[in-house]
């Protein structure tokens, strides 16, 4: 069976930058697979923050999401690989640090409200008009040879 492979888009918010983990953090998704097909370290400004998180207007917590993403510099990547959305808010974890799995980054590394380091598509379409937003002169295509060796494509027998 082959696995869907898919794009998505990953914001480690200012928090996880002035933390000094982006790396760890870019690390960890590298180590299970995924591919980098973008990346940026960026300043957010609030009209790019607002457009980011119009899904949530009007809410209670949308113009904290919008001043908390945009306090200080991000690290904005586009992920790759099989099943690349799902993969992504698993090892993400819940959304409210207290309640992330340990072994999650939002578990390991998180512990309140909005300081939860990261943004991740949550669907397909998501994904895509994030990418678009964040990436508007495109994504790099490529592939590695381990890939192989990590999915049932072209894996020896």
């Known amino acids: ?6 794009r998505t888009l990953v914001v480690l918010k200012p928090d996880a930058v002035q933390r000094g983990i982006s790396v760890d953090i870019l690390a960890r998704f590298e180590r299970r697979g995924l591919r980098l097909a973008a990346l940026r370290l960026m300043k957010v400004e609030r009209a ?5 998180y119009a899904v949530h207007k009007g809410k209670f917590f949308y113009d904290d999401l919008v001043k908390t993403i945009s306090a200080s510099p991000v690290v904005a990547a586009v992920l790759e690989g099989p099943n690349a959305i799902a ?13 992330a799995a340990p072994g999650t980054i939002r578990g390991d ?6 300081r939860n380091l990261v943004h991740a598509s949550d669907a397909p379409e998501t994904a895509a008009e994030e990418i678009k937003l964040w990436f508007p002169d495109g994504v790099v295509s490529y592939t590695r040879d381990i890939e192989r060796w990590m999915t049932d494509e072209g894996a020896p027998s």
Do not use: D, K
Request: hydrophobic share 45%; proline share 3%.
């Open 48 to 52: 790019m923050a607002e457009r980011h």
């Open 87 to 99: 993969v992504v808010r698993m090892m993400v974890g819940s959304t409210r640090p207290h309640e």
């Open 1 to 6: 069976m082959t696995e869907t492979v898919q």
């Open 109 to 114: 590394y998180a512990l309140v409200g909005l």
